[in-house]
């Protein structure tokens, strides 16, 4: 008997786990309780043996909620014989065991019930007569059967069935087929009261593993994907699937919503996910739960089901490097020790900037010098390299936010890409990322047209066109060395990569940002050292002398040998005078440009190019005379926009005006350029930095 006792208490522990694994499924209840009678026929040779007899049995129905309909059933029984030879010798069973029930809904009311049980038992055989036990026994015992569930009501149940009986002895088992009806209380509400359904059912719900740093990129990209399928007769309407993630989101994201899903049908659904940027705390990876709610409504009534589901969230600096523009989350441009460092250094050099030189090149320069002098130094990281995951796009990449970059003064390739660019966006200058085998680095706009390149340089060869714009390619992993140097590195790596079919990635900062937006990181008490004038002062010296006096003598060297052997070109004469006056050498400039003039009298391009010495050294008057000869001899739209210049200096604003629709008209270049002077208003409208920029915006004339 206690063999008994101690079965049925395991058998009750062993399925207490279960509760924890609940789901929505059906049925909804958890617990019930009943009682079963019926009558025992024994079978085989057991029929010559015994008499039949009454069975009773007490049961507890539990819902582990695993698969639908399934139902863990604890039972305790009692089974009575009489014995055929001796009508007052009694055989009693008492059962300790657990069934697992199965049914099959038919109709609202109407189940299939299908039972399989097995346990242990203690018999007792007494002669009632002399009230003396004839003898004991105890052994495992097994059934399974079959019957029919009338739903009277939700909370009360009747049961009719059959059920084979083993009751397993080593010499003789004793067999027997029951006929039995049970009663069965549910505990609860009713499913309608609860609002349950069983309209729909999950098939499958999955959250892809995500990355902290995309937080944002999953505002409008599915981070998981949930199947529902309609299991009614009836149209399932208004599905709406949210997620919950506890800790890590404010309130349920809900995506897009499903009008109608007819009987039969199945649907796929986008789930997306709106987190805050209490996920950039996250520093390792980290298991989380989510709670996914699927709202819909079935004859005019609401209803929800949930499923919960775990996924991995990546650390704040993981990346994986299937898309190159992923990148732009870790460009952050508007981070406190990113602007600290990028404005003071700009800052100091307001007041000394050249003129002649392009604006964003200056800033882009001047920063780099300054990172030289900060002590920004490039290391390869041993445990996850660049090359090493750009040859894997599954591979997870640690990458470091630009103020970590900062503070540690030391990055990989990408490290040090995404810094830069945040330095340089920070200061208005946009920003792209390059990419070629095994490598990144990145490249600055000008944001000088491809047409004006000469602007920057002679040398096409260095400088890289993109959405009609000249863009300069720096190799960030030189800071320390000159500004020149990298930019002669990316550029040599950029062609390179060109001549070999290599595939080159360029993606602008600010349009990766319109799926990979910049994450917000939380506030900094920590601000970078920004090294003083002074102590960028040889760097900074040693890059303009080559951009400015170096720069200038290669391009007239190389000028003046084509000279030699053609003493008399004009073009060559008009080509030296505009390299000059590019590099603010007017008296040579206006030398040689009145020498082409010399060689061809009605050199408009020439007359061009002086007008523009003028027009530089603050002589509007004189040219505009210029501009006025160069139109005698052709109405080309670069004459016709310096006129346009020329008269919106001098205040004629409606004549400026004609000449600058005249221009946009023969070419469409100028438009947006010079849109200042088609607005007809005075100068008085511009920034001060703009007037200053605009002061310098010429276009040059050349013949080749």
């Known amino acids: 008997m206690k063999k008994c006792v101690y079965l049925s ?43 039949g007899g009454p069975s009773f049995s007490v049961f507890m129905n539990y819902n582990p909620k695993l698969i639908n309909n399934l139902l863990l059933q604890p039972e305790v029984s009692y089974t009575r014989f009489n014995l055929k030879t001796n009508t007052s010798a009694v055989s009693s069973y008492w059962g300790f065991g657990v069934n697992l029930t199965y049914n099959i809904p038919i109709m609202n009311f109407l189940e299939i019930n299908t039972l399989a049980g097995v346990g242990y038992y203690y018999n007792r ?79 499958d719900v999955t959250i892809y593993p995500l990355f902290s740093a995309l937080y944002k990129y999953y505002e409008t990209t599915p981070a998981g994907k949930i199947m529902i ?25 809900a995506g897009k919503t499903v009008d109608v899903l007819k009987a039969g049908e199945s649907i796929e659904i986008d789930l997306h996910v709106l987190f805050s940027n209490r ?90 010098n300054a990172l030289g002098v900060y002590g920004l130094t490039y290391v390869p990281d041993p445990k996850t390299p660049y090359v090493k995951f750009a040859e894997d796009e599954s ?11 900062l503070r540690f003064r030391a990055g990989d390739c990408d490290d040090m890409t995404a810094l830069y660019c945040s330095l340089l966006e920070n200061v208005g200058v946009s920003t792209a990322t390059v990419t070629i085998p095994g490598h990144i680095f990145m490249m600055l706009d000008t944001g000088v047209s491809k047409y004006d390149y000469r602007e920057i340089t002679d040398d096409r060869g260095l400088i890289i066109e993109k959405d009609d714009r000249v863009w300069i390619p720096v190799e960030v992993t030189l800071s320390g060395k000159s500004f020149l140097s990298a930019w002669q590195e990316g550029a040599k790596q950029y062609n390179q990569a060109l001549s070999n079919n290599d595939e080159v990635g360029l993606h602008l900062s600010a349009e990766a940002w319109q799926l990979y937006n910049p994450v917000t990181l939380e506030e900094w008490d920590w601000e970078p050292e920004v090294p003083s004038k002074t102590d960028i002062a040889v760097l900074y010296n040693s890059d303009m002398t080559g951009l400015v006096g170096d720069e200038l003598d290669r391009k007239v060297r190389k000028i003046r040998e084509q000279i030699k052997k053609d003493l008399k070109n004009p073009d060559l004469y008009n080509k030296l005078g505009i390299t000059y006056a590019r590099y603010g050498k007017y008296h040579q400039a206006v030398q040689n440009l009145e020498k082409a003039v010399e060689f061809k009298n009605k050199n408009f391009a020439a007359y061009n190019n002086l007008g523009n010495v003028y027009y530089l050294t603050g002589e509007y008057e004189r040219a505009l005379s210029y501009y006025k000869k160069a139109l005698n001899y052709s109405d080309s739209p670069i004459i016709l926009i310096n006129i ?18 005249s221009a946009v008209k023969k070419d469409k270049r100028f438009e947006k350029k010079y849109a200042y002077i088609g607005a007809g208003t005075g100068g008085e409208t511009l920034r001060a930095s703009d007037r200053m920029l605009f002061d310098y915006q010429i276009e040059w004339y050349y013949l080749e």
């Open 279 to 368: 996920v950039l705390s996250v520093t390792e990876d980290t298991p989380l739960s989510a709670n996914v709610s699927v709202n819909y409504i079935v004859a005019e009534r609401d209803f929800t089901k949930d499923e919960t589901i775990t996924f991995k969230l990546y650390n704040r600096n993981a990346m994986t490097w299937d898309d190159d523009k992923k990148l732009a989350s870790f460009i952050t441009p508007k981070d406190t020790p990113i602007k600290i460092f990028a404005r003071s250094v700009v800052q100091q050099y307001q007041t000394d900037r050249v003129n002649i030189l392009n604006q964003n090149m200056q800033s882009a320069l001047e920063i780099f």
């Open 125 to 203: 055989v007494v002669d009632t007569s002399i009230n003396e036990v004839l003898g004991t026994a105890s052994n495992p015992y097994f059934k399974f059967g079959g019957g029919l569930d009338f739903n009277i009501t939700y909370n009360f149940n009747l049961n009719a069935g059959v059920a084979y009986q083993n009751y397993y002895a080593s010499d003789s088992p004793t067999t027997a087929l029951a006929i039995t009806l049970a009663g069965n209380y549910r505990f609860g509400k009713s499913p309608e009261e609860k609002g349950y359904d069983r309209s729909i059912e999950i098939d």
């Open 644 to 661: 346009a210049k020329t008269l919106y200096k001098l205040g004629e604003y409606e004549e400026a005006k004609i000449h600058y629709l």
């Open 9 to 51: 208490i395991i058998i009750l522990v062993i399925s207490l786990p279960f509760i924890g694994l609940a789901k929505e499924v059906y049925p909804p209840y958890t617990l019930s309780l009943g009682a079963r009678g019926g009558y025992m026929m024994p079978m085989g040779e057991n029929a010559d043996v015994l008499n």
């Open 229 to 253: 399928t309609n299991i009614s007769k009836n149209d399932v309407k208004k599905i709406k699937a949210s997620v919950m993630v506890k800790d890590y989101m404010d309130y349920p994201t």
């Open 395 to 405: 591979a997870v990449d640690y990458i470091q936010y630009p103020r970590e970059t």
